[in-house]
């Protein structure tokens, strides 16, 4: 069977880094023999190692991290691996050739300077592989490859743990808390969807000015600022409505999981969402940083049980034709086994 070693640095949290996890994960599930190289993560590890990794931790450190590229071109080399996967720039940057297949993992449309010791790119949308081949890559070692989401059962958080009234709308939306996210834009948008409440999941160097516009806009007593959380299954269980509201996004896992999570679903018209969503089918996109229009959209939701039922159907049946566990690992193992030939 083939082996394969995974590698990333990544951020401290987000979303690639996150399936960078249920990926290794599924993988592992499936029987795929694989090292796996992070940079040190104490919540990352934790979890690879519940599901039976063991990860190695480097550096992945800058231009004078002289340690890292040594280090995996070890680590490949005493693993026997015939394929090393990189994921994002950094781990492609400091990945070295070697007797090895080289992959590069593309989670958005990144300057192919990182990937210059690849033999093959991987690109999360159809569009992603259109950025890599107009920028000289050959398109016959291109390929897509697409995230998936796992749901699991899960009973719904109690709203009385958030202070929310169990008859209000409840909006749920997660992610890093980043300008890019457009939260300022969804909760602009709140100030003209008065009876619902929202649950904002996430962290990151935004919070403070998110937090300071809420009391600004006078929504913050209906907003919920619930930090990084590791219960989706349980918050996408208690809420109404969910909210993809990034400015830019070139794949939005979020999506997947409204699908699978069987969650009403309003999408701004970012590249990943405008790339997989039918509007009016299976989702509602509106216009990027357009409040006015995701008011609308929401309160249009909020107001329609028939259209709620008929996205959620919608959804369920494009994320089953696509986006499962199964069909994605599928699709990587065969893409494994082509390569390493």
Same mark, same amino acid.
């Given at each position: ?29 499936? $029987? ?25 931790? &480097? ?5 004078? /991290? ?13 693993? =026997? ?5 990189? +994921? ?60 998936? !989401? ?16 169990? $008859?209000?709308?409840? &909006?749920?939306?997660? =992610? ?5 996210? $457009?939260? /300022?834009? &969804? ?11 929202? +649950? ?7 919070? !403070? ?42 794949? $939005?896992?979020?999506?997947?999981? !409204? ?36 008011? =609308? ?16 159907? =919608? ?5 089953? !034709? ?20």
């Amino acid at each position: 069977m083939t082996r394969v070693l995974q590698c990333v640095a990544g951020a401290e949290h987000g979303g690639a880094e996150t399936f960078f996890v249920s990926l290794v994960l599924a993988l592992h599930e499936a $029987g795929l023999e694989q090292r796996v190289v992070i940079r040190p993560n104490a919540l990352r590890r934790a979890r690879l190692e519940k599901g039976g990794i063991t990860p190695v931790e &480097l550096p992945f450190g800058g231009i004078f /991290d002289w340690r890292t590229g040594r280090a995996l071109k070890k680590e490949a080399e005493a693993f =026997g691996a015939d394929v090393v996967l990189s +994921w994002m720039n950094r781990a492609s940057a400091k990945c070295p050739r070697g007797a090895y297949v080289r992959a590069g993992r593309l989670g958005g449309y990144y300057n192919l300077k990182y990937y210059k010791t690849c033999d093959w790119l991987i690109g999360i949308t159809p569009d992603i592989v259109s950025h890599v081949v107009k920028n000289g890559w050959p398109s016959d070692r291109a390929v897509y490859l697409p995230n998936f !989401a796992t749901p699991e059962a899960a009973p719904p958080v109690s709203r009385a743990s958030f202070d929310t009234p169990e $008859g209000a709308p409840l &909006l749920f939306t997660l =992610g890093r808390l980043h300008p890019v996210k $457009g939260f /300022d834009v &969804l909760l602009t948008a709140l100030q003209t969807v008065p009876e619902a409440y929202l +649950w904002l999941a996430g962290e990151g160097p935004a919070r !403070a000015q998110l937090e300071a516009l809420a009391e600004k806009l006078g929504v913050a007593q209906r907003v919920r600022f619930l930090g990084w959380r590791e219960d989706k299954a349980a918050l996408f269980a208690a809420a109404d409505i969910a909210i993809f509201p990034s400015r830019y996004e070139p794949f $939005g896992t979020v999506t997947l999981e !409204a699908w699978a999570y069987e969650t009403p679903l309003v999408a701004a018209a970012s590249a990943g969402p405008a790339g997989v969503v039918t509007n009016e089918k299976d989702a509602l996109l509106v216009p990027i940083d357009d409040a006015p229009a995701m008011a =609308g959209a929401l309160n249009r939701l909020i107001g329609d049980p028939a259209l709620r039922d008929a996205l959620i159907a =919608g959804g369920k049946a494009t994320f089953a !034709a696509n986006f499962t566990k199964a069909a994605v690992v599928r699709r990587y193992l065969d893409f494994f086994e082509r390569i390493k030939a």
